[in-house]
């Protein structure tokens, strides 16, 4: 089915590693999105871009770090896990129009211990 | 700058009752408003939306109407079913200096009791 695919679904890292999410969309969307959603708030947004090659910061981008080499694929890398950083993370695709909407992954659950 | 805040939950109702949810917004222009459904344990998605003032949006027995002189985008259902249950969040996009940024609420968790 097409959408957007985000692994792993689940990671527990110590404090100081460093991992990649994966996202990767089958849509041809200009733009995708990276969120993280802390319990029982809203969506924040970490990172967006608008095509390859092109990427631009959120609302809360530090500690992480993005990269766009193609339309498909847009990876979140965390260099030096924090605890702060515990969180359940959603990458979204969108076309660049105001009432297209978001299609969302089903998101990475990640804890630093 | 923009804004969107959702009545905070969570909301419990019985099989069959009616449901609203309250939502306004802030912004600057004309934004587009959306609904987004939250199951548990997955990703959000699109429920409905709307464009332009006095749209209906409607899907799966949820409508939502954009109202501008209240600036108020609230989303009722007449007959809520068990499987309803999720979170809800509200959301609007609106264009800023070229591109299109979207704006969250906060979520509103919806209980419905058999």
């Known amino acids: 089915n097409a959408g957007v695919t985000q692994t792993p679904k689940f990671r527990i890292l110590k404090i100081g590693q460093s991992m990649t999410l994966q996202c990767a969309q089958d849509?041809?969307?200009?733009?995708m999105y990276w969120y993280r959603q802390d319990p029982g708030m809203g969506l924040k947004l970490i990172y967006y871009?608008?095509?390859?090659?092109?990427?631009d910061k959120g609302e809360v981008p530090n500690g992480y770090n993005v990269s766009r080499s193609t339309t498909e694929d847009f990876p979140l890398r965390l260099e030096l896990a924090a605890p702060s950083q515990t969180s359940v993370y959603f990458c979204?695709?969108?076309?660049?129009?105001?009432?297209?909407?978001?299609?969302f992954g089903s998101g990475t659950r990640l804890t630093v211990v | 700058g923009d804004s969107v805040t959702q009545m905070e939950g969570p909301v419990t109702l019985s099989e069959e009752a009616f449901l609203t949810i309250n939502c306004t917004y802030t912004?600057?222009?004309?934004?587009?408003l959306f609904w987004y459904v939250q199951y548990p344990g997955e990703g959000l998605q699109l429920l409905l939306k709307?464009?332009?003032?006095?749209d209906k949006g409607s899907n799966k027995g949820f409508e939502a109407t954009y109202r501008k002189e209240t600036t108020s985008f609230h989303l009722e259902k007449g007959s809520v079913q068990v499987s309803d249950s999720a979170v809800y969040f509200c959301?609007?996009?609106?264009?800023?200096?070229?591109?299109?940024?979207?704006?969250f609420g906060t979520g509103t968790r919806l209980k419905v009791l058999a």
């Open positions: 979204a695709s969108s076309y660049n129009r105001e009432d297209y909407g978001y299609t």
């Open positions: 849509m041809n969307h200009n733009y």
């Open positions: 871009s608008v095509g390859a090659g092109i990427t």
């Open positions: 912004a600057t222009g004309y934004p587009s």
């Open positions: 709307a464009t332009k003032a006095d």
């Open positions: 959301a609007l996009s609106s264009p800023t200096s070229g591109t299109y940024k979207y704006i």
